[in-house]
């Protein structure tokens, strides 16, 4: 590689600077979140950092299996502001220049293959200038991953070519980066050892193929070695009954070479192919493709065979895991970072002598086959997983049916196949190039300035613009108890008719304040997070005491209508249908219900308990009152509801319209009371909304207790009937 020319570095930095400063311009427009869980996950991360003091990746009070922990690390600067909107805010600066960094190593990368003077400016310019650089709006480790992914190919480039002690160590010690930056990519590894296979296979010395692997084991030792000790200790921890994978465990579930495999594998390249401009893939993969047999410069042997393999091998790892976890969707999200390395190779087959021609065929294969087995899918908004599909929209309403859409890509991409090398055979290599490279340089900054808009135009995920600060919505539980308070959310839904708005009422909550360290109730409901990366405390009451199977110094969030159990303790205050509690210590409920639905139903010929505890160090028996709020389900005549205490019977009856019904209760020390409850008849309707699954399961229910109070003020003394 030429020797970098004074101005060279400082030049690349502007580039880096000014389109960091661009982005932060709209990325910082963004004020929601849009990405769950994502988002609330490496923000949770991040603030936990800050808090504990500690590098290892917590939530909730827990460490957790997340080996992603680059990105919140460096999401901690942000978020150490006591206010998540101006965290939020910086954060997404930070976003921008850390994304758009991927210009330097793309830069440096093109230097070496291409070893020219203005396509590496091309390439850096490209790399930062495509639809995916959108994900900087939001808190994903793809804005980390993705530069990094770009440095750790310029040290396999490096170890490649010269073979050496120090360049196997910066490969390795490149691979444990890539890993903390995104877990998907222990793929490094494979690539890598394929590409000094091949690499070593197709060179000029003489001797076997043995011979020469023989040769290439000897070069690379300290790698081999490293990938020695990195199996043994994976191996450790699988006996140990850990996975090496951490929360990514699951991805090794299940048949990992799925039968439709290179069909779906043609579709992630086709679909990444149509938003990169197709000529990256289809020029840039044909000169890989010619080139690992034969190439012009040490450099450019070795970059065909990583680049070959490590698209070979990323591709069939998103592939299998979109089959087996994506419902089949092609996420390109997963696989974008190939395409520096296709720019790359597209400007080195603008600069190399020999034009590629029958290695055009291996990408027009590829790519047909891909645009027949790519769903051509439109979305209502910006779609995080296939920011690709953007297009899809225009397509359509262009050529109206799905098949027209593949028809026209599949004739588009043997016309531009054909133009190019007529074109480079009737003008010249060169000519054919400026014009390709303008076509390229207009095309995917506007397809990426459409993606942004696209972004802004719709409501986001929670149903908001997302130029919308929800902060001052759902930020009030840290203004009533401060940021650096703690409390344990209990999620509940509120709504019961939306199960998807309950559970985005409680994200909400814990995004938009610091304060909510736990969470707590019944572990796999009314959650909608990943058990493993979100532990959830299970919480349990002692039927006779009430005392809680746990005790914190901490604040408690609980649904106003949470017909499970309410924590004592004095309230202060109530917002959008939560209230605050400081507990009482240790940690006890007021009252406790059984026989219900976990949502507050009744069910249709059981017995409802509301048991109430006595207050602590009361020596007498004492008269507890009780207001219940029920309803009956829609359209249905007004169904009889009987209550039962020691203190006697009473009756309702309940419509559509909500009943209060107060009771009371003599509760005597030592003995908690119970209130019982019965309703006639029952209705079909919709499932309970503690989980996706359930929600969608129709049941029979009586009426619906919507809320219990228990009057705090002392009752008189008593005696039970």
């Not at 390795?172 to 690539?191: D, E, I, K, S």
């Not at 995004?511 to 493993?532: I, K, L, Y």
């Amino acid at each position: 590689m030429k020797r970098l020319r004074r101005l060279d570095l400082p030049l690349v930095l502007a580039i880096w600077i000014a389109s960091a400063v661009a982005l932060a311009s709209l990325t910082t427009r963004v004020a929601d979140w849009f990405v769950m869980t994502d988002e609330l996950l490496y923000e949770r991360l991040a603030i936990s950092i800050h808090r504990f003091g500690s590098l290892l990746p917590h939530v909730h009070h827990q460490v957790v299996p997340n080996l992603n922990q680059l990105y919140p690390v460096l999401l901690s600067v942000p978020f150490r502001s006591d206010s998540v909107r101006q965290s939020l805010h910086d954060a997404h600066v930070l976003n921008a220049f850390l994304m758009t960094s991927a210009a330097v190593p793309a830069y440096l990368l093109a230097r070496r293959v291409t070893e020219t003077r203005w396509a590496p400016w091309i390439v850096a310019t490209l790399s930062v200038t495509l639809p995916w650089i959108a994900l900087a709006s939001f808190l994903v480790t793809e804005v980390v991953a993705y530069p990094i992914f770009l440095w750790v190919i310029m040290v396999c480039q490096q170890a490649l070519v010269r073979p050496s002690a120090r360049n196997d160590a910066l490969a390795l010690a490149g691979f444990a980066l890539a890993v903390l930056a995104r877990t998907q990519f222990v793929v490094f590894a494979a690539a890598l050892a394929l590409a000094i296979a091949g690499h070593a296979l197709t060179t000029s010395n003489r001797g076997g193929r043995l011979a020469k692997l023989r040769a290439a084991a000897r070069s690379h030792v300290v790698l081999l070695g490293g990938y020695a000790v990195v199996a043994l200790v994976a191996l450790i921890l699988i006996v140990a009954g850990h996975s090496p994978l951490g929360s990514y465990s699951q991805t090794t579930e299940g048949q990992i070479l799925p039968a439709n495999i290179l069909q779906s594998a043609a579709a992630h390249l086709a679909v990444l192919a149509l938003a990169s401009g197709i000529l990256p893939l289809l020029i840039g993969g044909a000169w890989l493709v010619s080139n690992l047999l034969r190439a012009s410069t040490p450099e450019r042997h070795a970059f065909a065979w990583l680049s070959t393999t490590m698209v070979i091998v990323l591709t069939l790892e998103v592939a299998s895991f979109n089959i087996r976890f994506g419902g089949g969707i092609v996420r390109e999200r997963y696989l974008f970072y190939l395409v520096p390395l296709l720019l790359v190779a597209l400007f080195a087959a603008f600069t190399d002598v020999r034009l590629p021609r029958w290695s055009l065929l291996v990408p027009l294969i590829v790519l047909t086959v891909g645009f027949l087995e790519a769903p051509i899918l439109v979305y209502e908004k910006y779609n995080v997983d296939t920011p690709a599909a953007v297009l899809n929209n225009w397509l359509i309403s262009a050529l109206s049916t799905a098949g027209a859409v593949r028809g026209f890509l599949i004739v588009a991409t043997f016309v531009v196949a054909l133009l190019y090398v007529e074109g480079a055979v009737l003008l010249g290599q060169q000519r054919i190039a400026v014009m390709l490279t303008v076509l390229l340089l207009v095309a995917l900054p506007s397809e990426t300035a459409y993606a942004f808009k696209r972004l802004f135009a719709v409501n986001g995920t929670s149903g908001l613009p997302m130029t919308l600060d929800q902060s001052v919505v759902f930020g009030w539980v840290d203004r009533v108890i401060t940021p650096n308070s703690e409390t344990m959310i209990i999620p509940y839904p509120l709504l019961r008719t939306d199960y998807w708005a309950d559970v985005a009422y409680w994200w909400d909550l814990e995004f938009w304040n610091r304060s909510v360290t736990r969470q707590g109730g019944t572990p796999g409901v009314f959650e909608d997070t990943p058990r493993g990366s979100f532990p959830k405390i299970a919480l349990s009451f002692d039927r006779k005491t009430g005392r809680a199977n746990v005790d914190f110094d901490s604040y408690v969030t609980q649904a106003v209508g949470d017909t499970r159990f309410h924590i004592a303790g004095k309230q202060f205050t109530v917002q959008r249908d939560a209230t605050v509690v400081f507990p009482e210590r240790p940690w006890r409920a007021d009252w406790i219900t059984t026989g219900l639905y976990v949502d507050g139903w009744t069910v249709p010929g059981r017995t409802a308990r509301i048991r109430v505890f006595p207050r602590p160090r009361r020596a007498t028996p004492e008269l507890r009152t009780l207001n219940v709020f029920l309803v009956a389900p829609e359209a249905v005549k007004p169904r009889s509801v009987r209550f039962r205490s020691n203190t006697g019977t009473a009756s309702a009856e309940v419509s559509g319209a909500t009943a209060q019904q107060r009771l009371t209760v003599c509760v005597t020390p030592g003995r908690p009371a119970d209130v019982t409850l019965n309703a006639e008849g029952s209705s079909r309707i919709s499932g309970s909304s503690a989980t996706p699954l359930t929600v969608v399961t129709p049941r029979k229910v009586g009426v619906l207790v919507q809320r219990i109070e228990l009057v705090d003020e002392a009752g008189p003394a008593c005696r039970p009937s």
